[in-house]
């Protein structure tokens, strides 16, 4: 078995569709995965699996719903995969403050076209790098009002995609790393 990381996208934001980590690692104990492991409250997971990424992807969406009565998109990388998003690193020589460099984990490559679209909106200072199914973002000025940032979005991207700061990303490669 190998460790992957799941990514619930838009769990404990508000008032509504509140997951606590203890019962989401429970639950996905409880349905058959070992080595279940939560950070934050945001729906990081760490867990061992053989399935395929977008198997897991699948079940966990419907663990959550079955569990939870929450539709929460799942996106799934294994730790090698983590591992090179990490060492991509391509806005290093700028993004100086991981709490407002994110990293936007995407349920599939996103067309040429949505990526042009953005990169024609003049968002300076913000930056951002594609690359695969990974969209890199720096906001200087933070994320609360952040043009770039509400580029990034489902709808443009035609892509489920839910963004970790660079903090929760290279925690949970050494988390996986262990």
């Given at each position: ?16 569709r509140r997951v606590a980590m ?73 993004a100086d403050e991981p709490k ?79």
């Amino acid at each position: 078995m190998s460790v992957q990381i799941a990514l619930l996208r838009g769990i404990n934001l508000g008032p509504n569709r509140r997951v606590a980590m203890g019962d989401l690692r429970d639950l996905l104990t409880g349905v058959g995965y070992p080595d279940v492991r939560t950070w934050v409250q945001s729906g990081n997971i760490l867990l061992s699996s053989d399935l395929d990424p977008e198997r897991l992807q699948r079940e966990l969406e419907g663990h959550v719903l079955a569990g939870f009565g929450i539709d929460a998109k799942v996106v799934v990388r294994t730790r090698e995969e983590l591992a090179a998003v990490v060492a991509l690193n391509p806005l290093a020589e700028v993004a100086d403050e991981p709490k407002r460099y994110q990293v936007s984990f995407l349920s599939g490559e996103p067309s040429a076209e949505a990526i042009a679209e953005i990169a024609a909106v003049d968002v300076s200072p913000e930056r951002f790098a594609h690359s695969g199914r990974e969209i890199y973002a720096w906001h200087p000025e933070g994320i609360q009002r952040s043009a770039l940032a509400k580029l990034i979005s489902d709808r443009r991207l035609g892509v489920t995609a839910t963004a970790r700061n660079w903090n929760t990303v290279t925690t949970l490669l050494a988390m996986a790393q262990e």
